[in-house]
C-alpha cells in the first residue's frame, strides 16, 4: 500500500489512551497514513515546526500545555492542521472554546474505536477540502483578478485586448501587436491599457502568463518546459526566472507545496539543470 503523503499526530499524556488510539489508526491505515505520537503539548509543537501535519488529535487535559493551547500554537504555523479535541469531561466551556479554535470533533474518553474512526475520517475529508481551497487562493492573483472582475466598465479596445491576451498567451504578445489588433496607436493604447486597469499592459500579460502557468502546475502533469511553452516563453530558464519574482517560489516548489491529491509530484529536472 502506497501512504498517501498525510500525516496524523496524536498527543496525550496518557500511555494507554495514546497507544490505544495509535493502534487503532494503524490497523484502520493499513499503511496509508503516517501515524505519530507525541507525551506533551511542546514536544507536538516540535513535531509541528519540523513537519507537514494534516490531522492533530490531542487530549485536552495535560501538564504544562492544554490541548486548547497546542492547538492555538499550531495555528502559527505555514500549514494549520484540522483537529480533534478528546476529553475525559463533558465540559460546556472547554467544548465552546475549541469550536472557536476551528476543531472539527470533540470526543469524549472512553473513546470507542468506531467513533474515533468515523470522527477521524470526518476530519481528514475537512482537511482535503480546506487544501483545495487554500490551493485555489495560492492560485489566483489579486491584481488580475481584480481587473478581470471590473472588465465590464473599461472601453471596448481593453475588452478586446484582454480577450485577445486570454486566446493567445502561447503567441508573441507585444504591445504593437495586439495595440495593431484593435487598430489603436501603440502609445494611445499603452496610456489607456493603464488608466483604466491600474497596471501596465505589460505586466498584465506577465501576470496572465503566471497565472496560467500557475494552473498547468495544479492541474496537469506537464514538465516545466511544456508549460513554459504554453504560457508563451521560449526558454523555461526565462520563465522560472519571472515565476520565482511574483511567487517568491519556484515553479517545482510551488507544485509541491500546493499539490492537495495524495499523489508524489513529478520531480522535474527543468529547474536544476540550467
Same mark, same amino acid.
Not at 465552546?96 to 474512526?117: D, H, S
Not at 477521524?120 to 492573483?141: F, N
Not at 511574483?246 to 529547474?271: F, H, M, V
Given at each position: 500500500m502506497i501512504p498517501s503523503g498525510k500525516t496524523i499526530l496524536i498527543v496525550d499524556d496518557e500511555p494507554l489512551t495514546r497507544d490505544g488510539i495509535r493502534k487503532s489508526l494503524e490497523a484502520w491505515s493499513i499503511g496509508r497514513y503516517t501515524i505519530l505520537t507525541s507525551i506533551s503539548g511542546s514536544e507536538a509543537l516540535e513535531v509541528l515546526r519540523t513537519r507537514h501535519v494534516h490531522l492533530l488529535i490531542t487530549d485536552i487535559r495535560m501538564p504544562e500545555?492544554?490541548?486548547?493551547?497546542?492547538?492555538?500554537?499550531?495555528?502559527?504555523?505555514?500549514? =494549520? *492542521? #484540522?483537529?480533534?479535541?478528546?476529553?475525559?469531561?463533558?465540559?460546556?466551556?472547554?467544548?465552546?472554546?475549541?469550536? !472557536?479554535? $476551528?476543531?472539527?470533533?470533540?470526543?469524549? =474518553? *472512553? #473513546?470507542?474505536?468506531?467513533?474515533?474512526?468515523?470522527?477521524?475520517?470526518?476530519?481528514?475529508?475537512?482537511?482535503? !477540502?480546506? $487544501?483545495?481551497?487554500?490551493?485555489?487562493? =495560492?492560485? #489566483?492573483?489579486p491584481l488580475l483578478m481584480q481587473a478581470k472582475t471590473e472588465e465590464k466598465i473599461y472601453s471596448a479596445p481593453v475588452r478586446q485586448a484582454m480577450q485577445y491576451v486570454e486566446e493567445h498567451l502561447q503567441e508573441p504578445l507585444g504591445m504593437s501587436e495586439v495595440a495593431g489588433h484593435i487598430h489603436l496607436n501603440p502609445s494611445y493604447f499603452s496610456a489607456l491599457f493603464k488608466e483604466q486597469t491600474g497596471i501596465t499592459f505589460s505586466e498584465y500579460v506577465t501576470r496572465s502568463r503566471i497565472q496560467k502557468a500557475k494552473e498547468l502546475l495544479l492541474q496537469t502533469r506537464l514538465t516545466i518546459a511544456d508549460i513554459s511553452e504554453q504560457v508563451g516563453y521560449q526558454t523555461s530558464k526565462y520563465f522560472i526566472k519571472l515565476f520565482k519574482e511574483?511567487?517568491?517560489?519556484?515553479?517545482?516548489?510551488?507544485?509541491?507545496?500546493?499539490?492537495?491529491?495524495?499523489?508524489?509530484?513529478?520531480?522535474?529536472?527543468?529547474?536544476t539543470s540550467k
Open positions: 500545555m492544554s490541548g486548547l493551547q497546542l492547538v492555538e500554537g499550531a495555528r502559527s504555523f505555514g500549514h =494549520k *492542521p #484540522v483537529a480533534i479535541i478528546i476529553s475525559g469531561h463533558p465540559d460546556f466551556e472547554y467544548a465552546q472554546t475549541a469550536i !472557536e479554535l $476551528g476543531v472539527v470533533n470533540y470526543l469524549l =474518553k *472512553p #473513546v470507542q474505536k468506531k467513533r474515533l474512526l468515523e470522527a477521524v475520517e470526518q476530519a481528514l475529508r475537512i482537511e482535503e !477540502e480546506r $487544501g483545495r481551497v487554500e490551493a485555489m487562493e =495560492k492560485m #489566483v492573483d511574483y511567487e517568491g517560489t519556484s515553479p517545482n516548489q510551488y507544485r509541491k507545496l500546493t499539490a492537495q491529491d495524495g499523489k508524489t509530484p513529478i520531480e522535474d529536472p527543468t529547474e
